[in-house]
């Protein structure tokens, strides 16, 4: 069974940092591209990050240099560290995780973040 298990999320204080978590189980853990997508309310899900199974990594612009997105092939978990938190960063986050050319697609259930002012 295929699972996505996002952890670390709660509220925090603006400028805080928070690290999120996402162990996975139930696949090849290190073939698979992982991201995190974050949704907020009324707002559609953007991504936050990406990284992929070679280590490379991608971020959306409002995170870039904020955000960290890294993996432990040995814990089959991924991992966003959050640093200067702002209100604005307040959404639920999820884990997502893609084969090779996106023949398989999982997600997590999210976590909640809130960033208070």
């Known amino acids: 069974q295929v699972r996505l298990v996002e ?7 603006s400028g805080g940092s ?19 997508y974050r949704q907020a309310p009324g ?4 991504l936050v990050a990406t990284i992929s199974s070679g280590g490379s990594t991608k971020y959306a612009h409002s995170m870039k240099g904020r955000f960290t997105i890294s993996r ?3 814990k089959n978990t991924v991992y966003l560290q959050m640093n200067s938190l702002k209100p ?24 909640q973040v809130t960033v208070s002012s």
């Open 43 to 46: 707002k559609e899900r953007e």
């Open 88 to 111: 604005e960063d307040t959404a639920v986050y999820y884990c997502n995780a893609k084969s090779a050319y996106g023949i398989e697609n999982y997600w997590g259930q999210g976590t």
């Open 7 to 13: 952890s670390g999320g709660g509220l925090v204080q």
């Open 18 to 36: 928070l690290r999120l978590s996402c162990a996975a189980s139930g696949f090849t853990f290190s073939v698979y591209a992982m991201s995190w």
């Open 72 to 74: 432990d092939n040995a």
